[in-house]
């Protein structure tokens, strides 16, 4: 399992249908519009590498309103009780 935060770049007036759009792709735990230098953070969790990567090139990428995306990817994880 990989999982990772993409921070989003939207373009102005359109956050809000952004983030309804990003919610319906699957693998999307958590999206939400926060202030700072990025507009919106998602929260992924794909199978493998190459599943997270096409769901940003494909999915977020084409959403009209992405201006630009950085993807962090968790390289630890905490251990689950």
Same mark, same amino acid.
């Given at each position: 399992?990989? @999982?990772?935060?993409?921070?989003?770049?939207?373009?102005?007036?359109?956050?809000?249908?952004?983030?309804?759009?990003?919610?319906?792709? $699957?693998?999307?735990?958590?999206?939400?519009?926060?202030?700072? $230098?990025?507009?919106?953070?998602?929260?992924?969790?794909?199978?493998?590498?190459?599943?997270?990567? @096409?769901?940003?090139?494909?999915?977020?990428?084409?959403?009209?309103?992405?201006?630009?995306?950085?993807?962090?990817?968790?390289?630890?994880?905490?251990?689950?009780?």
């Amino acid at each position: 399992m990989v @999982r990772s935060y993409v921070l989003l770049t939207v373009e102005i007036g359109k956050v809000e249908s952004v983030i309804e759009a990003l919610k319906q792709i $699957p693998g999307v735990t958590k999206a939400d519009a926060v202030t700072g $230098p990025y507009d919106a953070i998602v929260h992924i969790e794909a199978n493998d590498l190459g599943e997270l990567t @096409r769901k940003i090139l494909h999915d977020i990428h084409n959403i009209d309103g992405v201006i630009d995306t950085t993807t962090a990817i968790v390289v630890e994880m905490e251990e689950e009780e």
